[in-house]
C-alpha cells in the first residue's frame, strides 16, 4: 500500500512538474513572440531612448536571494518592460479577409493569448498565495477601473446627452487599461520566479539592446 501511495505520488509530481513547465515555456515563448512581432513589423518601434530599457532588463536578470524589496522592484520592473511591447504591438492590427465579415484584431491579443494558456495550463498548487504585494497592486487595478467608469458615466451624462460625444477616448482607457490588468493577472506570478524572470530578462535584454543598436524607433 505504502508502495503504491509513493507510486501515485510520483506520478502526481510529475504531472505537476510537466505543467509547471509548459506554463513555463508558453508564457517565456509569448515574451519572444511579442519581441519577434514588434521588431518585424514595418513600424518603429515607439521607444525614445531604448538604451534605459535594455539596462533594466541587465537588472533583471540578477539574483538577489536575501534581498525581497529588490525582486519586488525586479517583478515591477519586468512587468513594465513587458507591457512596453504589448503596448506597441496594441496599435497594430491584423485583418481577416477569408471570412464573410471582415473584422481587424490587435496584434497584443496573439501574445496575450499566449501569457493565458500559461497562466492556466502551470499547476496552480505549486504557486504561493496572494502576498501583500499583489493585493495592493491588485485593489490599485479595480481603483483605476472604478475612476475610468465613473468619468464615463458623469461625461456620458453632461455631454453626450446634449453634444452627442464625450467618453469615446474613455472607451480606449479602458480597453487599454483592461489588457494590462490581464497581462497583470497572466505575468505577475511567474514573475515571482527567479528562473523565469532571469529568460524574460534576457529575452528583454536582447530585444531592447537590437532595437537601440539597429535604430528601429521613432
Known amino acids: 500500500m505504502t508502495e503504491q501511495i509513493r507510486t501515485n505520488n510520483e506520478k502526481i509530481c510529475k504531472k505537476e512538474t ?19 512581432m514588434c521588431f518585424g513589423s514595418k513600424m ?20 538577489y536571494k536575501s534581498k525581497t524589496s ?3 522592484i525586479q517583478r515591477i520592473t519586468g512587468f513594465y518592460l513587458v507591457a512596453v511591447l504589448v503596448n506597441q504591438l ?18 497584443s491579443i496573439v501574445v496575450l493569448s499566449l501569457f493565458a494558456a500559461g497562466f ?18 491588485f485593489y490599485s487595478w479595480v481603483f483605476a477601473f472604478g475612476v475610468i467608469i465613473a468619468h464615463m458615466a458623469i461625461v456620458g451624462v453632461m455631454l453626450n446627452r446634449f453634444y452627442g460625444y464625450g467618453y469615446d477616448r474613455d472607451l480606449y482607457v479602458l480597453g487599454n487599461l483592461c489588457l494590462y490588468f490581464l497581462l497583470f493577472i497572466f505575468l505577475w506570478k511567474k ?13 528583454l535584454a536582447v530585444f531592447y539592446t537590437v532595437v ?7
Open 18 to 36: 510537466i505543467r509547471n513547465a509548459v506554463g513555463f515555456g508558453l508564457a517565456a515563448f509569448g515574451v519572444v513572440t511579442a519581441g519577434y
Open 44 to 63: 518603429p518601434v515607439a521607444i525614445e531612448n531604448p538604451e534605459i530599457p535594455a539596462v533594466a532588463s541587465f537588472f533583471i536578470l540578477v539574483n
Open 70 to 72: 529588490l525582486n519586488i
Open 90 to 107: 496594441s496599435q497594430q492590427y491584423f485583418q481577416t479577409s477569408s471570412l464573410p465579415i471582415n473584422f481587424r484584431v490587435s496584434s
Open 120 to 137: 492556466f495550463i502551470a499547476d496552480k498548487k505549486s504557486v504561493n498565495p496572494p502576498d501583500s504585494i499583489y493585493k495592493m497592486l
Open 191 to 203: 514573475l515571482e520566479n527567479i528562473r523565469f524572470r532571469q529568460v524574460v530578462g534576457l529575452i
Open 212 to 218: 537601440a543598436i539597429t535604430g528601429r524607433f521613432s
